[in-house]
């Protein structure tokens, strides 16, 4: 507060109260002194009014004109007096003296007037007086008779002049006593401000640094006391000042020593960074070396085991190959843990974020663990609700990791019951999208004290359990960083002996619109029976077909349906899907789906497990025309109920020209490997796909060979003697030609992240992890160079699997036939008639098909080519045309895996296989035929019949 502030607010303190106070006493007074003026001025003007009404009693009386004119002009000499005017008896105006009266006529008669009235306007007061006979006067008679009336006038304007100046007095003596109270006041305010300006001038200087200043004790009363209070402040605030000043100076003396100390500590700091770094690239390095002399030898004894489980072995040998295969592939699990473990704890994992789908990455990883939940009968289920975007970007690599881990381990300790996956949104803010997954089982569960050292490293729930299902401990503490490297986090919730439920979540974007799978419509509308005796799965089923607009109802066994058609119940199916909780025994599934499909004319899908390798041949055997083996995928599901359901149109006037180009040459590969029995497995694997091989065991090798012979392909390992791959693949980059630039796949154990990073600077164009896989080798060749190889394991299967590679057809052909009348009495059930009119109906629509499949490839229609080319596909499957079946595969495969460069070659194929079976029907007779392949078939039977044990 500065000091004119404090004056004001003194002043104000002391003349405000002044200033009421004034204020009403001048009102007061004022008010007091008009009142009294008025009183007078009206007390004089009455006085005067009776006055005159007496006075002029005797004139009136005696008619005296003159006297009275004479009286009433000397009355207007009276004081403010204005006019007078005589009224006689009968109340006419008599005479007149001075200007009209001011203001209206009086509101009365005259003649009622006995007294005295008072008649007041703005400016003037008039009184009426009553004139009495002298007598009545002197006699005093009550209510005597006037006989005459006087009006008397009296002007205001002299009495309010007087109520000014009153006012005006008044006003200036109030303004003379709060002038002099001011004064005062001003004198008596300075006496308290000059005190305080010396008390802020004195804390001003202390602020800005001078200590020494005090003030002047001056005053008296509290002032002295602030004053005091003020010095003895500043001389607190001085001494603490010096204290300080020693302390900061001792504390600068001390953090120089303390500096000093640091700087050599970080001296010494930096060169324990440096060995920590020299001994971390060693540390790195012994990975790098551990990880390629570990995995090569174990990539060549599973290599080497697969093949050997191929040839003609007896059921013990047959058993001690799978106990390699099993063995290796744990020992190659334990080190990918331990190499993961190592990567994620040198910093050195990173995430490869891409479009994938979610769905798929859970199906492919619930297909991948079938096997280990068949062995056990146990119900696994996703339910991947609708809500949940498919398309994300995330890692689909690590994903699958984390998934196989959690569901592994949930059907590692489940012995009885089921494991469900389920898929949900937790949050969705603009394009982020956070999903959670969760894996319940039914397993053995988990104690509070066993939870709680669940995610540490190299540790299990306890020991016994670590015995009897081993594992290294690592897979939780590999799951827990990879969930958290994708901004997620992962837990549990398990009882003991009630089982458990796995969850993590991921923060992930949502792929752009044009990359999502498009909304499927085909089956809104449609009734789906669903059989199927467990929960979980009908559930998941219900779930499915609901998402697609279908609707649902459940039973739980064949005959239930049977007896729902044949009673007529609604809701009436459109199609059934039967799935199979055990394997189908002798002819009961065929008696059902005949019932169901033949008689009831209700379409059905069989779904079995797929862990029976036989399974497919035996439900082609019970009668059979669509099934799926499980787990089903939610894409398979769809298109084999959509193809069930969606009828096709035949168009008999196109054309059968088709003019195509001759068939590719094989292709010719390089295999690079400094170790013969990597080699060996390599070049082994590529020939039994038909593939020409050309061996090298070293970079020089390969180099020279290049130089002399283009190849389609070059599979290159990486560490070898003399010259590695990298260097060799440097000096082919230099010597080929742009135009031929060869593709160069390497091929290492290596397990570091930048590792392929210094393969592709190389000149490499893709990276294949040893142990070899062969999925990952038909994919690596398809990808390269556009021929799609059939591998050895596939050449008996019935259907083709969706993400299998095509047929290469050349070498298969020669062997078979174009009609085999036997293999379609085998697929009838040995049924002579049913087995004729199914070949009879492909024979007769044979020329149409052929036609359609020419014209739309001619309009380039390749989604329609691809349903005609799979349903004809289908029909070949029961009618026995192995050649023309397989040339059907392999073009539908192509047309699937978007392999435009070989579909002239396989339609060219098609189109002479199609004609080979015209030529055939025309030059043989079909019932002659059927029935030498009926004796053959009956034949085959008895032969069979007799090799069966007795029981």
């Not at 403010?80 to 005479?95: F, H, K, P």
Request: hydrophobic fraction near 45%.
């Amino acid at each position: 507060m500065n000091a004119m502030g404090l004056q004001n607010r003194l002043l104000y303190i002391s003349l405000i109260p002044a200033l009421f106070l004034g204020l009403l006493a001048l009102g007061w007074f004022t008010l007091t002194d008009i009142q009294h003026q008025q009183q007078a001025f009206m007390e004089r003007s009455e006085a005067v009014a009776n006055r005159l009404a007496d006075t002029l009693s005797l004139p009136v009386a005696q008619t005296d004109t003159p006297l009275l004119d004479a009286l009433i002009r000397r009355a207007l000499n009276e004081q403010d007096a204005r006019s007078i005017r005589l009224y006689n008896a009968s109340t006419s105006e008599w005479l007149v003296s001075g200007p009209n009266p001011m203001g209206p006529a009086y509101p009365f008669a005259i003649g009622d007037t006995r007294a005295t009235r008072l008649y007041i306007s703005h400016a003037s007061y008039r009184f009426l007086a009553p004139i009495l006979a002298p007598q009545d006067i002197e006699l005093r008679t009550a209510n005597p008779q006037p006989i005459a009336w006087v009006e008397s006038e009296f002007d205001y304007a002299n009495t309010r002049v007087g109520h000014y100046q009153s006012i005006l007095l008044n006003l200036t003596l109030l303004l003379a006593t709060l002038f002099i109270i001011a004064g005062i006041a001003f004198y008596l305010n300075r006496a308290i401000i000059r005190p305080v300006h010396h008390m802020i001038r004195t804390v001003i200087e202390i602020r800005e640094g001078n200590l020494e200043s005090r003030v002047p004790t001056h005053s008296k009363g509290e002032l002295r006391e602030l004053e005091v209070g003020i010095n003895a402040m500043a001389e607190t605030i001085k001494d603490a000042y010096n204290e300080m000043q020693n302390s900061v100076e001792q504390a600068t003396l001390d953090l120089r020593e303390t500096l000093e100390t640091i700087e050599i500590q970080n001296i010494e700091l930096d060169m324990a960074r440096r060995d920590a770094q020299r001994a971390n690239q060693v540390k790195t390095e012994f990975l790098a070396n551990m990880s390629h002399e570990i995995r090569t030898p174990l990539n060549g004894i599973l290599g080497f085991a697969r093949l050997l489980g191929r040839s003609n072995l007896t059921k013990k040998q047959a058993d001690q190959v799978d106990t390699i295969m099993s063995s290796s592939q744990v020992l190659l699990t334990i080190i990918n843990d331990v190499l993961d473990f190592c990567k994620i704890e040198a910093g050195k994992l990173t995430l490869d974020n891409r479009s994938s789908n979610l769905r798929v990455a859970i199906e492919e990883v619930l297909a991948m663990l079938n096997p280990a939940s068949a062995a056990k009968n146990l119900e696994v289920v996703s339910l991947f609700y609708n809500d949940v975007p498919e398309q994300l970007i995330f890692d689909p690599l690590r994903l699958k990791q984390v998934l196989t881990n959690l569901i592994s381990n949930a059907i590692k300790f489940t012995n009885d019951g089921s494991v469900v996956v389920r898929t949900m949104i937790e949050q969705h803010q603009g394009h982020k999208v956070t999903v959670r997954v969760s894996v319940t089982d039914t397993g053995i569960g988990l104690t509070k004290i066993q939870q709680k050292t669940l995610f540490q490293a190299f540790s299990q729930a306890d020991s016994s359990t670590a015995r009897e299902f081993g594992g290294t401990g690592l897979g939780l503490v590999i799951s827990k960083r990879l969930v958290e490297q994708m901004g997620g986090d992962i837990g549990l919730e398990s009882q003991k002996d009630k089982g458990s439920t796995f969850w993590f979540n991921i923060r992930a974007d949502i792929a752009p619109a044009v990359q999502q799978p498009p909304k499927l419509t085909a089956l809104v509308g449609l009734t789906v029976a669903v059989v199927e005796q467990r929960e979980m799965s009908r559930l998941a089923f219900r779930h499915q077909f609901e998402g697609w607009g279908a609707m649902t109802f459940e039973l739980n066994t064949p005959a239930e349906l049977i007896a729902h058609l044949e009673q007529n119940l609604s809701p009436r199916p459109n199609i059934a899907v039967i799935a199979l909780a055990q394997q189908p025994t002798d002819d009961e599934l065929c008696r059902a789906l005949f019932k169901i499909e033949r008689d009831l004319a209700c379409p059905a899908l069989v779904i079995a497990d797929g862990s029976d390798d036989d399974i497919s041949a035996r439900l082609v055997e019970q009668g059979s025309q669509f099934y799926l083996t499980s787990p089903v995928r939610n894409s398979d599901l769809y298109q084999t109920v959509k193809q069930m359901i969606t009828p096709y149109i035949d168009n008999p006037n196109a054309k059968t020209e088709l003019q195509l180009r001759d068939l590719k040459s094989t292709i010719k590969v390089l295999a690079v490997d400094d170790n013969a029995a990597n080699l060996k497995l390599i070049v082994t694997l590529l020939e039994d796909m038909g593939v020409a091989v050309d061996a090298a065991a070293g970079g020089e090798e390969a180099l020279n060979k290049a130089r002399v012979q283009a190849y389609d392909l070059i599979f290159m390992d990486i560490q070898m003697p003399t010259m590695d791959g990298l260097s060799a693949t440097r000096q082919i980059r230099k010597i080929e030609l742009k135009p031929q630039r060869v593709p160069i796949v390497a091929l290492t154990a290596h397990a570091l992240a930048d590792e392929r990073e210094a393969m592709l600077l190389a000149g490499m164009d893709d990276y294949l992890a040893k142990p070899i896989d062969e999925d990952q080798l038909h994919k690596t060749l398809s990808k390269w160079t556009g021929v799609t190889l059939l591998a050895p394991q596939d050449q008996t299967e019935p259907f083709e699997q969706e993400d299998q590679p095509a047929v290469r057809l050349e070498p298969m052909l020669v062997a078979e036939q174009p009609v085999d009348l036997v293999s379609g009495l085998q697929k009838a059930n040995g049924k002579l008639g049913l087995a004729k009119d199914m070949f009879a109906m492909l024979a007769d629509s044979l020329s149409n098909d052929q036609a359609q499949i020419n014209l739309l490839y001619r309009q380039d229609n390749l989604t329609a080519l691809l349903e005609r080319i799979h349903r004809l596909h289908g029909a070949t499957l029961y009618c026995g045309l192995p050649r023309l079946q397989m040339t059907l595969k392999h073009a539908e495969q192509l047309l699937k895996q978007d392999h435009r460069s070989g579909l002239d070659d396989a339609l060219l194929m098609l189109n002479q296989e199609i004609e080979s079976v015209a030529r055939w029907v025309g030059e043989n007779d079909v019932d002659r035929g059927f029935e030498r392949a009926l004796k053959v078939y009956a034949h085959r039977l008895n032969a069979s019949a007799k090799t069966m044990p007795t029981l």
